[in-house]
């Protein structure tokens, strides 16, 4: 492992900034490079700024810092690429085969490319979402998703490509702000509960969707890139899965830490694409070949949130 020396592409946003942390705590700050197009970052290691679009940049700080694996997260997410849909393609799709080609050229061992569940269409069988099932996306980011997994496997079958994914879904984590998912109502209510007193959702009510705590999200990452190659017998994208829950539950979940909560509903554009998604996945394809498994459900992550939220006075 001594040799390991990791690059974190798109390392300022929601699971980026937790990744970083979490390998550096693995493999060491000297063994891991964080990276953005930010001019700079708090990080307490090594920083530099880069676009995943530029692949003579990509390539020229791969080489010279001798990376071994890259985490490549840079993505404009589902609600953001709606509203500018050319970029959302352009990013998400260019950046891929930055890395890939990279991988495929022997500069890089491994890579990581995080999938979601908004490769799933309405089309997809909305309960217990199998692993191999139908997928029609409707959105710009599903259809970048649902295009890189298939590249990701293309990769790996031809030239051999060491590429391994999860398909994320909501991420909720109270070391970043929300970036721009539909799925963010699910970070943005704690603040607002404890800010407050209440929020407004852009959500209906009953609209149940797949979630993860974030420390259940990097473990999933850190984990799927430690098992033998051999071990990995889905090249795609894997599910993997913790809890589901509609605005309602959790609201209720925050109201016994703070009874005097009250939420409200207004459904925007949001609420399309999230109908469009499965309520609930099935991951026993990630449980059965790398030992995947979740330490958080819904009560223990409500209290963590907001404990920590508290503790970090990011609120209030």
Known sequence: MSDTRILVIGACGQVGTELVENLALRFGNDAVIASDIR???????????LDVMD?????????????TEVYNLAALLSATAEKNPEFGWKLNMEGLFSILDLAKE????????????????????????????????TTVYGIS??????????????????VRSVRYPGLIGY??????????????????ALKEGSYECFLKENTALPMMYMSDAIKATIDIMQVPAEEIKIRSSYNISAMSFDPAQIANEIKKHIPEFSISYNPDFRQAIADNWPASINDNEARKDWN???????????????????????VG
């Open 175 to 192: 070391k970043s702000l929300p970036g721009g998912g539909t799925t963010d109502y699910a970070v943005d209510i704690f603040h607002q």
């Open 39 to 49: 001019d700079e970052a708090s990080f307490d290691l090594a920083y530099i700024k």
């Open 145 to 162: 998703k649902f295009a890189g997994e298939r590249w990701c496997e293309y990769y790996h079958k031809r030239w051999g490509v060491d």
């Open 55 to 67: 692949r003579e940049a990509v390539k020229n700080a791969i080489v010279k810092h001798k990376i």
């Open 292 to 314: 995947w498994s979740n330490a958080f459900t819904l009560e223990n992550m409500v209290t963590d949130m907001l404990e920590n939220l508290k503790e970090r006075n990011l």
């Open 106 to 137: 022997g500069v890089i061992k491994k890579v990581f490319w995080p999938s979601s569940i908004a490769v799933f269409g309405p089309t997809t069988p909305r309960i217990d979402t199998p692993q191999f099932t139908i997928i029609e996306p």
